[in-house]
């Protein structure tokens, strides 16, 4: 089993759309959260952080639920700029010190 | 700023050639990361640096070694490459174990 599991996707959705991904982690160590997004044949940037209680910034929503072992993001009012790959990361302790794991990824597509 | 940066962005090799990869920042960041992004697998940890004269191994650290002589500075070789070593090659940075890693705009490497 994949530490990291995410539905590739593509999420084919119209602009003005909500939409939801989760993402899945095994490791019940695991620490802290992320969303990145990586736009075609570009580096990955941080989208947000995800904490315990769930936290907003502007039209994305991020959710983790520490029993289940998942987290998920929500984007509302899809806009075309939101179409890119977004990538679930996990963080956990390792002996060597902190491990960041990078999900595959899941594919968004906004469209007109 | 310049953040993070890569060099080469493209190269084509030849089954058994050496080449180095350099990533600089300008964040006076401790932690440096090499990853490789290939299909359907997500970020793979190559190496990393925790530290100026620092590296360990990271996930996928056969056929690579690095050097962290500078802060600033991290090196990716291949002594050999092989046709396995295809891929595109993101370096990243960062504060701390825990926080953001700040990536490069990556290097896209083809052996043939």
């Known amino acids: 089993r994949k530490e990291v599991e995410q539905d590739p996707g593509p999420f084919n959705v119209p602009e003005g759309a909500t939409v939801a991904f989760n993402c899945t982690y095994s490791?019940?160590?695991?620490?802290?959260f992320f969303w990145y997004r990586q736009d075609c044949r570009k580096e990955p940037k941080l989208l947000m952080s995800?904490?315990?209680s769930g936290n907003e910034d502007g039209r994305f929503t991020a959710q983790l639920n520490r029993a289940s072992q998942y987290i998920s993001l929500l984007i509302r009012d899809s806009k075309l700029s939101d179409s890119a790959t977004y990538l679930c990361?996990?963080?956990?302790?390792?002996?060597?010190?902190?491990?960041?794991?990078f999900g595959t990824g899941t594919q968004l597509k906004v469209e007109l | 700023n310049a953040g993070v940066t890569q060099t080469p962005k493209f190269r084509v090799l030849k089954t058994g050639q050496s080449m180095t990869l350099l990533c600089a920042q300008d964040?006076?960041?401790?932690?440096m990361y090499w990853y490789r992004q290939d299909p359907g697998m997500g970020l793979r940890l190559i190496h990393y640096?925790?530290?100026?004269?620092?590296?360990a191994k990271g996930e996928v650290p056969d056929g690579y070694n690095v050097s962290r002589l500078k802060k600033q500075n991290f090196l990716l070789g291949l002594e050999s490459a092989a046709p396995s070593q295809t891929s595109v090659y993101f370096c990243?940075?960062?504060?701390?174990?825990?926080?953001?890693?700040?990536f490069g705009p990556g290097t896209r490497l083809t052996v043939l």
């Open positions: 990361v996990v963080n956990r302790r390792t002996g060597g010190g902190n491990k960041l794991t």
């Open positions: 490791n019940s160590a695991s620490q802290s």
């Open positions: 995800v904490y315990s």
């Open positions: 964040m006076n960041h401790e932690y």
């Open positions: 640096s925790v530290g100026e004269g620092t590296t």
């Open positions: 990243a940075s960062a504060s701390s174990s825990y926080n953001e890693q700040f």
